[in-house]
Each structure stands twice: as structure tokens, then as C-alpha cells.
């Protein structure tokens, strides 16, 4: 079984800095793909940053310039560092894998809280 566990969520003021990261644990053979989502209250879930098993990257046009992600590939951990925070990026945020366990599939963790309020 396939589990990803995220960290580092919390509330923060407008313009500080949090890093999320999110390791992914279990009989996992390959992991393609990793990325971030968001889901604010009342929304859609929405891609925030992706980044591939080389190392290629694309962000939200909303978060470009201020967030950063990285992965550890041989800790199967992905990180999202998030600069520069706004009151719109209030959201619970995912942490995403495709990757190849018994079978190929998408992989979600269970959500952390970003809150950026003064």
C-alpha cells in the first residue's frame, strides 16, 4: 500500500515563507510525476506546481516567481517551497505522485492547511 504523508502546512502572515514537503512511503517500484495542488473553500482543486522525475518543472501562472518545487528522489519526497505568501493562497494543499506500485496510478496525500492571514 501507498501512503504520502505531508508536512509543513500552518498559518503564516502575508509576505513570510513555509515549505511543504511530502514523502511518499510503500511498495513503490517508480515515481514519475510529483506535484502540489490547492483547493480553497468553495473551489476547485488546482494545480499549483508539478515536477518530473528529471527534474522539468511548470507552476501556476499565480504562484510563478514565488513558489519553488524540488523533489529528493531517492527519499521519494517532493518539497514546495512558497515565498512571498498572499491571503489567496489560503487552501489545503495536496501532494500528488503517478508513480508505479502494484500498478501505475495517481497517488494523493491527505491535505495540509496553508492559512495567510495578519
Known amino acids: 500500500q501507498v501512503q504520502l504523508g505531508e508536512s509543513g502546512g500552518g498559518l503564516v502572515q502575508p509576505g513570510r515563507s513555509l515549505r511543504l514537503s511530502c514523502a511518499a512511503s510503500?511498495?513503490?517500484?517508480?515515481?514519475?510525476?510529483m506535484g502540489w495542488y490547492r483547493q480553497a473553500p468553495g473551489k476547485q482543486r488546482d494545480l499549483v506546481a508539478r515536477i518530473t522525475s528529471g527534474g522539468r518543472t511548470n507552476y501556476a501562472d499565480s504562484v510563478k516567481g514565488r513558489f519553488t518545487i524540488s523533489r529528493d528522489n531517492a527519499k521519494n519526497t517532493v518539497y514546495l517551497q512558497m515565498d512571498s505568501l498572499k491571503p489567496e493562497d489560503t487552501a489545503v494543499y495536496y501532494c500528488?505522485?503517478?508513480?508505479?506500485?502494484?500498478?501505475?496510478?495517481?497517488?494523493w496525500g491527505q491535505g495540509t492547511q496553508v492559512t495567510v492571514s495578519s
Open positions: 510503500g511498495r513503490i517500484f517508480s515515481i514519475y510525476d
Open positions: 500528488y505522485a503517478d508513480l508505479l506500485s502494484t500498478y501505475r496510478g495517481g497517488y
